[in-house]
């Protein structure tokens, strides 16, 4: 049956996804498995959902290849990797070869935007509307958006005024931006602000980076794989390794997180510290304390703050780079990994804007101007200055569940509240992998990984499906009770630790006017699933069934 005669008028579908990124595509192939029908609605042209979008100079995953990709065999028998860390061309590569072996295409929609789903109380079944005019009527809603999918925009005056190129890293054209021999302004140094200032200092004939707060960027170990040893990996250890991703707090298959510091000697508080730096995943964030006691916290920065400094020659960007005092606690925000990040501060070419002494004044028709009356000529203004994270991506749809109350209008009057970071009383029907209050993000401190993460819960949604199905229900709901059990829990962990010292996109404080809220559950994988699991053996306890 072709794409088409399943709109409107199809009244049989099961499921309609939003988003073909990881947990769309993992969710679309397993439930297929199961006997459900289903439908993808992918804004996109192609599968890869953030890494279709994420297109701009420098993007790369910074969570391990040999994690960060599914783990359905059909898939990795085959597929080499040729870096530690692949960049975005690969991974959209590496989706091109999923969509080939799962047949994933023949049920996604793709550049098909979904504005609107309201659930129709009377039938079971949600409304699903598109920009293109595309309407389902499934009995699922399943949200697969990501995290990152609305881009945070700054608002100074002139923005429109500007003549040049200027674009947010998550909305960079597909086929690139000349940048070689330009003046380039990069607004932002999170994650992508890294990413895109390591590959764009070497091409600039000049580059400023205004910087508000410093990245506290940690080495990549970024290194090249032979195929030899990876046909030797997946013969003998990948199954390993994906089960064991799915037994550790963090969610990879080696635990990220050591011992404390303050339970080492300073001797080997120190040679441990240097053991990470070097060759370790996560260098000074490895330790658990870190999370949780200023002390602790305290050590590691500064050995961070040391190590850096000693790569940045010109001693009065140290104070900026690198100060003396953190600005907020290590890891309070998510760590960026870098490659030659500090080195870029080196080069004759590129200028560091401190926005605390010198905030942008306006946009203008050439460039940038700042509060000491500079106007910084520019050819290209990149954005990197992040998203509206994790909640943004689901409430800038119009979904309208049981009352009519649209989602995001719920979460901003009386604050983000989930049943175990996968549904939100009001809406039935409806799941998010991956989305508010559920690991996906980052497990017990900045540990990401996509790819594992969302296909715990994706498996979860399949298993909960199949039982209504076996049951003949028709509709679940979450329960208010059990949301606001699993809203104070999150809250209460988060508050253990460092989160609410910065202001992230971890707790929404990126964005003005947002309610301020932790936005992921911080208790690791372990004890998600574990939660999850209870209530699903529990005939999906905190869920009212019909
Ligand atoms: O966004 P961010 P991101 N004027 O929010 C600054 C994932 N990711 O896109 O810190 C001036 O981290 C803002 O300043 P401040 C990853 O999980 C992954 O970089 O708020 N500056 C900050 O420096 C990551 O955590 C990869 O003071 C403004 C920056 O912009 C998440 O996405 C790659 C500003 C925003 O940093 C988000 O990362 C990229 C303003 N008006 C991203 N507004 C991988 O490698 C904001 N800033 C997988």
Redesign the pocket.
Known sequence: MSFQEYDTDHKDLDVVIVGAGFSGAYQLHQLRKAGFSVKVFEAGSRLGGTWYW?CYPG?????EYLVYQLSTEEVWKDWTWSERFPGRDELVAYFDHVDKKLDLSRDISFDTWVTGATFDASAHRWVVSTKCGRTARPRFLILCTGF?SKP?L?D?PGLASYQGTIHH??KWPQDGVELEGKRIGI???????V?VIQETAPVAAHLTV????P?FAIPMHQRKLTKTEQVELREELYPIIFRRCKQTTSGAHVDAFYRGLLEMTPEEQRLTLEDFWERRFLAVAAFPDVYYDVNANKLAYDFWRDKVRKRIVDPTLHEKLAPELAPHPVAA??L??EQRYYEVFNQRNVTLVD?NETP?LEITPKGIRTKDGVEHLLDVIVL????D?VTGSISQIDIRGADDTPIGQKWSDKGLSTYLGLASAGYPNMFFPYGPHSPG?LTNGPA?LVGLKSEFQCDWIVDCLKYMRAHNYTRIEATPDAEAAWGARVEAIAKQGAWYRA???YTGA?VPGKRVSILTFMGGLTLYSQLCRESAEDGYKGFILS
């Not at 205004?210 to 707060?213: G, L, S, V």
């Open positions: 994420n993007a790369r995953v910074d969570f990152a945070l700054p100074y890293t998550s607004i932002g140094t999170g994650a992508s602000g990413q205004f910087q508000r707060t990245n925000k998510r960026s990994l926005l942008i990197a200055t992040g998203f994270a993000p990401c202001k992230s996109w990126n």
